[in-house]
């Protein structure tokens, strides 16, 4: 059974990168044809997403975040990251990893992690 | 960017009520394309509906979706107590703008 797990710095200072690791067991990013994703919410708030990586690495992000977001995978295909640069109080979310339910980012998101929290501090 | 707004924001109901729940985007998705999910606290959302009317494995058959182009409904025919949470809807058809709506609380009466 496929299972995402997100780990990463619970604590981030304002001005630096926040770094996050989402874990795949039951499964590899690189031999299905499966998308990777990251999306992320402000405690209290909404939904949103924040970028894609495919099984043969391509990125996809959200427009809004372009230019402070990196996702990438790692070669064993049993991880891919998020960094995310100048980060703010803005972005202090439960950040979770999750799947996209079919091959491409036009599939919605069937397996989730169970998320981490993430404080930027001043 | 493709604009969801979900509607009511909160919808108070009781056990065996009928729940009807609104998403309205803001341009027209072309494929359907459009999820919902439900969250309750401290977990993660969980896909109900897809594409739009589409069950996601393990979810019961009183879950249902409706809808084209910009306006999209989800059906619970009968609340149930686990039902009671938080649902989003997600379009997927404008990549690389993937968008969830605002939200709809569904609680009890």
């Known amino acids: 059974q496929l299972q995402l797990q997100e780990s990463g710095p619970g604590l981030v200072k304002a001005s630096e990168t926040l770094s996050l690791i989402c874990s795949v067991s039951?499964?590899?990013?690189?031999?299905?044809?499966?998308?990777w994703g990251w999306i992320r919410q402000p405690p209290g708030r909404g939904l949103e997403w924040i970028g894609t990586?495919?099984?043969?690495?391509?990125?996809f992000y959200n427009p809004s975040l372009k230019g402070r977001v990196t996702i990438s995978a790692d070669e064993s295909g049993t991880q891919f990251s998020l960094n995310l640069s100048s980060v703010s109080a803005a972005d202090t979310s439960m950040y979770f990893c999750?799947?996209?339910?079919?091959?491409?980012?036009?599939?919605?998101?069937?397996?989730w992690g169970q998320g981490t929290l993430v404080t930027v501090s001043s | 960017e493709i604009v969801l707004t979900q509607s009511p924001g909160i919808l108070f109901l009781s056990p065996g009520e009928r729940a009807t729940l609104s998403c309205r985007a803001s341009q027209s998705l072309s494929g359907s394309h459009l999820a919902w999910y439900q969250q309750k606290p401290g977990q993660a959302p969980r896909l109900l509906i897809y594409?739009?009317?589409g069950r996601a494995t393990g979810i019961p058959d009183r879950f249902s979706g409706s809808g084209s182009g910009t306006d999209f409904t989800l059906t619970i025919s009968r609340l149930e107590p686990a039902d009671f949470a938080v649902y989003y809807c997600?379009?997927?058809?404008?990549?690389?703008?993937?968008?969830f709506g605002t939200g709809t609380k569904v609680e009890i009466k």
């Open positions: 039951g499964g590899s990013i690189s031999s299905s044809y499966y998308y």
């Open positions: 594409g739009p009317s």
């Open positions: 990586i495919s099984y043969s690495g391509k990125p």
């Open positions: 999750a799947r996209h339910g079919g091959f491409g980012v036009r599939n919605p998101f069937d397996v």
């Open positions: 997600q379009q997927y058809d404008n990549s690389p703008g993937l968008t």
